[in-house]
Each structure stands twice: as C-alpha cells, then as structure tokens.
C-alpha cells in the first residue's frame, strides 16, 4: 500500500478558495488512479473528484462539477483539489484515496488490491 498524507485544509469563507494536497509515498504513484473523498458530520463518505494513473481522465460529482479541480504532479507524488466558489455544504472531512488496482482510469479496490486511505483534512466553510 501506499502512505498519503493530506495538507491545505482550514476554515474559508463562503464564495472562498482552497486547494488541498495529498503527497504519496511508498509505491510508484504515477500507476495508481488518485482520488478525492469527503465526509460530513452524521453522513456517509462520499465520492468528489478522481484522476486516472495518466492523468488524462477526470471525473468529478455532480455537486462539485465546475467548482472544483483535480490535478495531479507524478514527479512530486503528489494529488491536488482546488476548490473555487465554495459553500457551507462542502464543510467535510476531506480524505485522499489511491487506487488499489494499477493503471485504471477509476479508483478500483478490491479484497486483494484495496484501497489506500490519508488521515483526512477538515475543510469548514463559514455562511
């Protein structure tokens, strides 16, 4: 497995900007998908955003699409989001993921391959 570590969480104002970022180590990064997950108080964790193994694929939920930017530098190991425009209900934990499944455009786990998980960063957006 991978080791990830989150950074960039705090508190913004609604209508601010924030970019978070997650350095990875312990595996070749640039083959592995990378992703972007949250969890609210009292709800389930939810998908945001996630970038293929090359970086040419992206895929964002529905209530981020727009606001949001996933990137990622294979050099640096490292996986960004940019979140612009933000509002009280992106208030979450925000955890980093990283595919368990090599060279996928999606985050892909399973049993044999499972997924790696950073310790989160709180994001809280004042009204």
């Known amino acids: 497995q991978v080791q990830l570590v989150e950074s960039g969480g705090g508190l913004v104002q609604a209508g601010g900007s924030l970019r978070l970022s997650c350095a990875a180590s312990g595996r070749t990064f640039s083959n592995y998908a990378m992703g972007w997950f949250r969890q609210a108080p009292g709800k389930a964790r939810e998908f945001v955003a996630a970038?293929?193994?090359?970086?040419?694929?992206?895929d964002y939920a529905d209530s981020v699409k727009g606001r949001f930017t996933i990137s990622r530098d294979n050099a640096k190991n490292t996986v960004y989001l940019q979140m612009n425009s933000l509002k009280p209900e992106d208030t979450a934990v925000y955890y980093c993921?990283?595919?368990?499944?090599?060279?996928?455009?999606?985050?892909?786990?399973?049993?044999?391959?499972?997924?790696?998980w950073g310790q989160g960063t709180q994001v809280i957006v004042s009204s």
């Open positions: 970038i293929s193994w090359g970086g040419a694929s992206t």
């Open positions: 993921a990283a595919s368990g499944v090599q060279r996928t455009v999606k985050i892909s786990c399973s049993g044999n391959y499972p997924c790696s």
